[in-house]
């Protein structure tokens, strides 16, 4: 309790205050440009850390990946636009609320969900964080696979419309991952004997192209911005109070999700993507309205931003207890740790108590701090949105997402790919195949084939070569809950059709 009580008496100091502000802001404005990841804009802060002591740069870097995560909402809900990977579902139901003149609403909802997501995992991260570190290092190659394969069964749910046309979608994700050099044998695929392409196509490239581009065609085509209101409905104003409401008034949507977050988080490498997605889909497939999902339904912004806030604290899990990051931001944090001298496990909780849980502490005070920094910028944002007309609103986005994306390896090619896709993205969208089924593909893909090839020459190179897929009890675990989720996926079809039958007699 000393420790804890001198690690609060730390962060509670004037300049680290200052600190979490200044890094909370700058993060929410880099997450809400698409193409500046949080692992970027940790990045770019590295150099500004070699000058404070331990303590002050790891609160500065937290409070920067705090704020970057939720800033990607602001465009995923204002036009249509995941400003990191994290917030790809929050594009479902934020950006129909924003259609319908409910974008501050939207903005205030995704701030409180954001807000416990990010205490959560910090309480998560304080009080469970050997437990979940033992949890961590039991996911090898065969179970990532079978995590991917759970995630490929969301396309199903993220399908609007046709289960045939998110299976398309998703397949062709998983070709775009392909191209490039396979990450394991080092064959090159697909390039069309181009070198350039053996870098492959970049998530972000292919969010960008497949979310942004397709947006701006759809606002040219319209004559109109992305949110410009039905007519005869004014945009609703900000109301903190009602939107705490419709958060805490689904108490098992919110708790679900941060424990989804929580549990996905500590598996190094699974991301905040997958764990957003997976919030989103358990939301609906528990709804008692699944069919008004993706249609500005509170619950799906809850279940998205409540579970992506929460893998902030969640991935340093493994991060403090192993050493090993368990997303790739967790990566530069780890490199300013040991550039400090502190090496994670058992004894930088021991040996460097107040600095551990000083750090752990400015995150949940940084989650704190998304309320005044996130509503009042939430705002501002909107308003310039809304009131920019779309001639000036469609080059200025399309400039900012051409930088994005060449400054992710200073590639022309990766603007050329954006470009491309994003064109692709438009014509599929008209075709009835949307944009979310592709990237789970993508991002799934990699994981997937990853997972599987290792697998399989580990067991191959044992004296008794096995498939060692199924032989791991966590592995039979994670399959027999896709089992479960495949068959729960028809359920609610069945119960459908038993109500029809029963008016119908």
Known sequence: MDVFLAAAQSI????????????????????????????????????????????????????????????????????????TPSSIATTFDGHPMAKQGRG?????????????????????????????????????????????????????????????????????????????ISPIGGESRFTMGWPPLQGGVSLIVALIGLFVIPELLDMIRRGSAALAPPPGVAPSGFNFGSAARTVFSKPVNLIRSCLIGQVIAVIPGAGGSITSLVAYNEAKRASKSPETFGKGNPEGLIASESSNNVMVAGSMVPLLALGIPGAPPDAVILGVMLLHGLRPGLDLFTESGVLANGFILSMGLA?????????????????????????????????????????????????????????????????G?????????????????????????????????QVRLFTNPLSQIIIALIAAVLLWSFVPELLRRVRERRRGE
């Open 433 to 465: 195949i949307g944009a979310a089924p592709i990237v789970l593909g993508l991002i799934l893909g990699t994981i997937a084939e990853q997972g599987y090839v290792q697998t399989i020459l580990g067991g191959m190179a044992l004296p008794v070569p």
């Open 104 to 180: 501050l609403e939207a903005i205030s909802i995704a701030t409180i969900a954001s807000v416990v997501g990010g205490l959560v995992g910090v309480a998560f991260l304080l009080l469970a964080a050997p437990p979940l570190a033992k949890l961590a290092i039991r996911f090898g190659p065969a179970e990532m696979f079978w995590i991917a394969v759970l995630g490929l069964t969301l396309i199903g749910t993220l399908a609007s419309g046709s289960v045939l046309k998110g299976l398309l979608g998703g397949a062709i994700g998983l070709l775009i991952g392909t191209i490039g």
């Open 12 to 83: 509670l100091a004037p300049h680290m205050l200052l600190l979490v502000f200044l890094g909370v802001t700058a993060g929410l404005f880099v997450g809400a440009l698409p193409g500046l990841t949080a692992t970027m804009a940790l990045a770019l802060m590295l150099p500004f850390t070699f000058t404070l002591d331990a303590l002050e740069g790891l609160v500065a870097l937290g409070a920067v990946y705090m704020g970057t995560i939720y800033g990607g909402a602001f465009t995923a809900i204002l036009i249509n636009t995941p400003g």
């Open 367 to 431: 989650a704190l701090m998304l309320i005044p920094v996130g509503l009042l910028g939430g705002q501002i944002i909107y308003r310039i949105v809304l009131r920019t007309p779309y001639y000036f609103l469609v080059p200025t986005i399309l400039v900012i997402t051409m930088l994005g994306t060449y400054a992710l390896r200073n590639n022309l090619l990766d603007i050329a790919i954006m470009l491309g896709l994003g064109v692709a993205g438009f014509l599929l969208r008209g075709l």
